[in-house]
């Protein structure tokens, strides 16, 4: 299974990214690939965090398209990964064990929900997203 990272969707969202076209593709692919794709909780609300700000660029998506946006993909086939058993305590354990600090965190809580809900690779476009063992990390829009 694939974990589809909060960057591309955004980009898949947001018609005005350089990105669009490609991160709608990615998803797509991600979609039909063997064991399919899903989302990590965290990517949900960081996804709707950042295209409903106020200070958008593009302008802020209204709650309701986005929300619509999200189900869109639900009913596409892209499962919700979620947080197993003890989440928050192997949390903090892989962030002190791998080093990990600051905002990177955010990386690690979307790769350990990806881990738990059954992800074997996250796709995003971050090319700085945290490496996590059992978790290998692939940029579709930048591969050949």
Same mark, same amino acid.
């Given at each position: 299974? $694939? +974990? $589809? ?9 947001? *018609?005005?990214?350089?990105?669009? &076209?490609?991160?709608?593709?990615? $998803? =797509?692919?991600?979609?039909?690939? /063997? ?6 909780? /965290? *990517?949900? +609300? ?7 700000? %106020?200070?958008?660029? @593009?302008?802020?998506? %209204?709650?309701?398209?986005?929300? =619509?946006? #999200?189900? *869109?993909?639900? =009913?596409? @086939?892209?499962?919700? #990964?979620? %947080?197993? /058993?003890?989440?928050?305590?192997? #949390? +903090? ?6 080093? &990990? ?10 790769? !350990? ?18 490496? $996590? /063992? @059992? !978790?290998?990390?692939?940029?579709? #829009?930048?591969?050949?």
């Amino acid at each position: 299974m $694939i +974990a $589809i990272d909060t960057n591309l969707l955004i980009y898949a969202h947001r *018609s005005g990214t350089p990105e669009h &076209v490609d991160a709608r593709r990615a $998803i =797509e692919s991600a979609l039909n690939a /063997p064991g399919g794709c899903g989302v990590a909780t /965290p *990517s949900v +609300a960081e996804f709707f965090s950042i295209v409903t700000h %106020p200070t958008a660029t @593009g302008n802020p998506s %209204p709650p309701d398209v986005a929300a =619509e946006f #999200l189900q *869109s993909l639900r =009913e596409s @086939g892209v499962d919700d #990964l979620t %947080p197993g /058993p003890g989440f928050a305590a192997r #949390l +903090a354990r892989m962030a002190a064990n791998l080093g &990990v600090t600051g905002a990177r965190v955010f990386d690690l809580q979307i790769g !350990l929900c990806a881990l738990d809900g059954g992800a074997t690779s996250v796709w995003t476009h971050d090319g700085g997203f945290v490496k $996590i /063992p @059992g !978790l290998s990390v692939h940029d579709p #829009l930048t591969a050949a």
